[in-house]
């Protein structure tokens, strides 16, 4: 069964900072990764969508890589804005399309 | 307009009452499915549908029916609700080829 890890839970850095998150997945034999943002009592925002023979995606300030045989992937914020504080959450994609979410990291960006 | 709607967004309730959650695309697309997240917790499959014939249990079905009205239509219900169901629950679709899922606002419950 598919296990997804993110650390660390929480983060709270200063505006201006790069940041990297993380997200870990126990196997390897996965379909896509896709990273999302999700702000309180809203719903799951699409960040970046990584196919399984893709390396990176980029999308603004936004970086994730992946790295399969490793089972690893990492959000890189440049930059960060105090606009940025949300919970990121990875999920990665499973042969017949099921999503396993990691339990999310919880950004604070203080000005 | 939304793409993927959730009626109601809010709903609070008691213990045994049965609770429809609806959800409506206009995205087209053929997958649809229903998550429940806890909170500080990820999300967790409930069902998925592939088409409107199509139905599977997900990781945590037990205690919850779904519906596949139409193509763009997918209801979740609880049948007789109890306290540890109170959860954000989300709606979800893909296309076929299921590269990217799309999320509804989601419907925040509350069994007392």
């Known amino acids: 069964k598919q296990e997804v890890t993110q650390i660390p839970a929480a983060l709270s850095v200063p505006e201006g900072e790069n940041l990297v998150l993380n997200c870990s997945f126990t196997d390897s034999a996965i379909y896509n990764l896709q990273w999302f943002r999700q702000d309180p009592g809203k719903g799951l925002t699409s960040l970046l969508l990584?196919?399984?023979?893709?390396r990176e995606q980029t999308s603004g300030r936004l970086n994730a890589s992946l790295d399969k045989s490793s089972g690893r992937s990492t959000l890189y914020i440049a930059a960060s804005q105090p606009g940025d504080s949300a919970t990121y959450l990875c999920?990665?994609?499973?042969?017949?399309?099921?999503?396993?979410f990691g339990g999310g990291t919880r950004l604070m960006v203080k000005p | 307009d939304a793409d993927v709607t959730q009626t109601p967004r809010n709903r609070i309730t008691k213990t045994g009452k049965r609770i429809m959650l609806e959800c409506s695309q206009t995205k087209g697309h053929d997958r649809m499915y229903w998550y429940r997240q806890d909170p500080g917790l990820g999300l967790q499959l409930i069902y998925y549908?592939?088409?409107?014939?199509?139905?599977n249990k997900g990781e945590i079905s037990d205690g919850y029916s779904v519906s596949r009205q139409a193509q763009a239509k997918f209801s979740l219900s609880l049948e007789s609700a109890i306290p540890n169901q109170t959860a954000l629950y989300f709606c979800a679709t893909s296309d076929v080829l299921g590269y990217e899922q799309f999320f509804g606002p989601g419907t925040r419950l509350t069994v007392l």
């Open positions: 999920a990665v994609n499973n042969a017949g399309n099921m999503l396993t």
């Open positions: 990584i196919q399984s023979s893709q």
């Open positions: 549908s592939f088409d409107v014939k199509d139905i």
